[in-house]
């Protein structure tokens, strides 16, 4: 059976990318063609600015080059331009001849630049600024004449009047309004704009209305008049007033126009087999003219090509930033403020700074920054988020870093480190090497950056540096997408709640099951999400899902710890902390017999065997399991250990018994698994010398109880645990450590420590669930409870029968 | 001359697991299972840094390294591209449920 066939009218970036989304989902499912009426493959056209200004090469800005159309079997016709549409034989006729069938169109055929209706407007020398062509002309013209005017005070307008200042002519912009890129900055921030670009060399004239371009001896473009009389002279005019989405082909056929291509959420027109993606469209009545939409559009309008039927486009909040190196400006969303809005501002006009933060009903709504930029993504960020901003308003102007959240997640200045800055403390990635890799791979997404650099790729802790790297280098291209929406892995589009949710809901108890209902793109998922899977179905159904093996990392397939040489280490479960001569003597005995290299104290107050060869674990956990020892899942996303100090038990400080506390904790938690590793402390009195301030849960005595610390974390990003309660029994702190461990269980991402939870759903929230309301902390911990129920030591699970195969050698049999 | 060895049933290898076959020298094989009820056989040496790919996650027919997430095309020995590297294949066979290694 012959292949439907797709064909693609425009070779822009929202189709190609449509094409690669596609490709990525249901790679065999057409026959594709593409139309280009440009003689080029598909190009980075934000980038053209740059390449003017003498920045970049057009080679540089290749996206995609011949070999990925060849390679992914698509029939390319490039500079041939389509002349009709013939609907009812469903074939697309190119203006020489060509004439390709079709059963699903996609038009990408981008817009024009809009040419002012004035005379003169088609002398040569006058030009839109919209292709590598259009560049070459302005380049050209550069090299021979002096004067340029360019028309048009927007972001393209300024980028190419920069470029062409750069390239060495006089260049003046005519505006016809007040300031410029008046939609994108206010009038402040546009002033101060105009004032750095005249320092470069720039002329402005603004409030000018063009009449007529006149033309010198040789029938070019001489000078440019004005309705107010002035005239200047002008050897290259640009034209750079505005784009208009390109319908005429679209229209000529009969599809629904109005100020562009009209589509619906699935990118359809009013002709079910006709899609249509990018500046042509008009979308809920807008036309984007920025890349970031565009990919969001191609995104959805792939996943329908591949007959997935979900994911709709419901529009783009959009954020610019100009591309003119060395001029810091931002802008996003409501910038302008009005009646029932509030502005927060700041204006130091001598230092060159001005940030204008917009916000209705404690949210943020819109915001412009010029001079210092560097808080432009985290504003977007809580913008698309729609994050209550209430109590951290009071220093929401001064950024990020003031509101006490650098570096964890990685946010940090990333516009204003230097190239040679390390990014990526775990694989060594410099910022430079980010930022080339994103300019000349045409990087968009985080995971790309991840893929091409390695920086984020391991720990993850610097990934929101590299979001704010690939913000500030992208600019307008970039679009965050909302923390909480962000599709689990490449596999799916569905976000951990999303997965989360329908395991519940539609009490899916396998993996498999998961991913086929939930319409994976690969079968059996990957790496990445398999683990998640795994967790999500054995803590929301405890006793039902089946344990997947070969879902989880080696870690916990093998519970041990896998080392850089591929031995494992081995740490014996200590409760509390505590051991007895004996068990130190088979721990002694074990490192022996086993050759064990190395012994260590780890920090959390266990001894630590490294160097084990796999095939040797089970014999080793066999002669520690004689002595009375289990696994202390030092290897797991699990509780890891329950550190104490000696508390009132030996102490002459000790208010209570903290190696008894922390040992019936550890006793009750043995063998829980969790969204990430968890670790608690106990300690007798506030010296805190079990330093439970650091920890998930920590658990302080104090002469009338105890008080309840969570979310801390001594990784990555020191974090301090938050006052959760002060409780006056054990059996109350079991409880409400156990629910908070449960909620966590219950409601973290995988991955997600307890801070990043908490961060994420509001200390509030957690206090409401777990102080406030008792019957459902007793819920919760009865659902804890419930779950460990007859857990087993995993190390005694594996001295023999099936699990055992895991640790066995296979050997050539004789022939 | 190389020939073809049982090394044990296709049963012995979890789905989407792998096991080891050890040898005297030239380093241990990595004979992996998918999804499918496929074979492949490739040097239990990463690339990268040697991890042991046989250790891995593997999804649909790949490999990823336990170490460093290195991904490794099964069927080629190729890394995933953006990644580059190559491990050593060996053939294997599949025959009346039990898996054949040429040596």
């Known amino acids: ?815 | 001359m190389s020939e073809f060895r049982k090394i044990c049933a296709l049963a012995d290898i979890p789905r989407l697991g792998a096991r080891v076959v050890q040898q005297a020298s030239g380093g241990d094989i990595a004979v992996f299972r998918t999804a499918e009820d496929e074979v492949f056989a490739l040097h239990d040496k990463c690339p990268h840094k040697g991890g042991p790919l046989s250790q891995g996650i593997v999804h649909g027919k790949r490999v990823t390294c336990p170490l460093h997430g290195m991904n490794i095309q099964l069927d080629s020995g190729d890394a995933v591209a953006p990644d580059v590297g190559h491990c050593n294949r060996f053939e294997v066979k599949l025959e009346a449920g039990d898996v054949y290694l040429k040596v």
Not at chain 1, 292 to 309: D, I, M, S
Not at chain 1, 373 to 400: C, S, V
Request: glycine share 10%; hydrophobic share 40%; net charge neutral.
């Open chain 1, 1 to 815: 059976m012959s292949k439907p066939k797709l064909v693609m009218v425009g070779n822009g970036m929202a189709g190609v990318r449509t094409l690669e989304e596609l490709f990525k989902i249901a790679p065999e499912m057409y026959d594709v063609t593409v139309f280009g009426a440009e003689p080029h493959p598909n190009y980075n056209r934000i980038l053209l600015s740059p390449v003017l200004a003498g920045e970049m090469k057009v080679q540089d800005i290749i996206l995609n080059d011949h070999d990925w159309y060849r390679d992914n079997g698509v029939n390319l016709h490039l500079g041939k331009k389509v002349a009709k549409i013939d609907r009812v034989k469903r074939q697309v006729i190119a203006e020489d001849g060509t004439v390709e069938p079709y059963d699903r169109l996609l038009l990408a055929t981008g817009s024009t630049p809009f040419m002012l209706p004035i005379p003169g407007n088609n002398l040569d020398g006058v030009i839109g600024y919209r292709d590598i062509a259009d560049t070459d002309a302005m380049i050209e013209a550069a090299k021979r004449y002096k004067h340029a005017v360019v028309i048009g005070g927007g972001l393209l307008g300024l980028e190419a009047a920069n470029g062409l200042k750069l390239r060495g002519m006089d260049v003046t912009v005519v505006h016809i309004g007040p300031w410029l890129l008046e939609r994108q900055l206010d009038e402040v921030a546009g002033r101060m704009l105009q004032k750095s670009l005249e320092d470069r060399g720039l002329t402005f004239l603004l409030e000018k209305h063009t009449e007529a371009l006149i033309a010198g001896e040789s029938g070019r473009v001489a000078a440019i008049r004005f309705k107010d009389g002035m005239q200047i002279p002008a050897e290259l005019v640009v034209m750079a007033a505005g784009i208009r989405p390109n319908t005429a082909l679209a229209e000529s056929s009969g599809i629904y126009c109005n100020r562009g291509i009209v589509v619906n959420d699935t990118l359809q027109t009013y002709d079910p087999k006709v899609y249509a993606v990018g500046e042509c469209v008009a979308h809920r009545g807008i036309a984007y003219g920025l890349v970031a939409p565009l990919f969001e559009q191609a995104k959805v309008c792939a996943n329908h090509l591949a007959n997935y039927g979900i994911g709709r486009y419901t529009g783009s909040v959009t954020s610019t930033k100009l591309k003119v190196t060395g001029i810091d400006l931002f802008s996003a969303g409501d910038y302008m403020g009005g009646k029932d809005t509030e502005e927060i501002i700041l204006n130091d006009a001598a230092g060159g700074v001005y940030k204008k933060l917009v916000i209705k009903d404690n949210k943020l709504v819109g915001g412009v920054l010029y001079g210092d930029t560097a808080d432009g993504p985290w504003y977007f960020q809580l913008l698309k988020d729609g994050k209550d901003i209430h109590e951290i308003r009071d220093q929401l102007l001064f950024g990020q870093s003031m509101v006490g959240d650098v570096g964890h997640q990685g946010q940090s200045k990333a516009a204003a480190m230097s190239d040679d800055a390390e990014v990526c403390g775990c694989n060594g990635v410099k910022k430079g090497v980010i930022v080339k890799a994103i300019k000349e791979k045409g990087l968009f997404t985080l995971d790309e950056v991840k893929k091409h650099t390695k920086a984020a790729s391991s720990c993850g802790s610097c990934a929101g540096l590299c979001e704010q790297i690939l913000a500030s280098t992208l600019g307008g291209a970039y679009q965050a997408t909302a923390s909480d929406k962000k599709p689990m892995c490449g596999c799916t589009d569905h976000s951990h709640e999303d997965v989360r949710k329908a395991i519940r809901e539609r009490e899916l108890t396998s993996v498999e099951a998961v991913t086929k209902f939930m319409e994976w793109k690969n079968a059996d998922g990957c790496e990445k999400c398999r683990p998640a899977l795994n967790y999500y179905l054995i803590s929301t159904w405890p006793h039902l899902a089946k344990d997947d093996p070969q879902s989880r990392f080696i870690n916990e397939r093998a519970h041990a710890n896998i080392q850089k040489d591929g031995t494992y280490s081995v740490v014996p479960r200590m409760w509390g902390g505590l051991t007895t001569p004996a068990e130190l003597r088979a721990i002694a005995d074990a490192a022996e017999k086993y050759k064990v290299p190395t012994v260590k104290v780890t920090g959390g107050q266990r001894i630590d065997l490294l160097g084990v060869k796999k095939d040797d674990l089970p014999k080793m956990w066999a002669d520690l399991a004689a002595a009375g020892m289990v696994s202390g899942h030092a290897y797991g996303k699990s509780i890891r250990t329950v550190k104490t100090c000696v508390g009132a038990e030996h102490c002459r400080f000790g208010t209570q018994k903290s190696m008894d506390m922390g040992v019936k904790l550890e006793k009750m938690l043995f063998g829980m698994w969790s969204p990430h590793k968890v670790k608690l402390a106990v300690s007798g009195c506030p010296r805190n010398c079990a330093e439970a301030g650091i920890k998930d849960v920590g658990v302080i005595g104090v002469d009338s109880g105890y008080e309840i610390y969570v979310a801390g974390n001594g990784g990555i990003k020191t974090e301090v645990a938050e006052f959760l309660c002060k409780v006056a029994s054990d059996e109350e702190v079991m409880e409400v450590s156990g629910a908070f461990l449960q909620l966590y269980r219950e409601e973290g991402w995988y991955l997600e420590r307890t801070c990043h939870y908490v961060q994420r759903v509001g200390l509030d929230y957690v206090k409401q669930k777990i102080v406030e309301d008792g019957e459902g902390r007793k819920a919760l911990y009865a659902r804890l409870l419930d779950s460990l129920k007859g857990i087993k030591d995993p190390w005694a699970e594996r001295l023999d029968g099936e699990l055992k195969k895991e640790f066995e050698m296979l050997a050539v049999q004789p022939a």
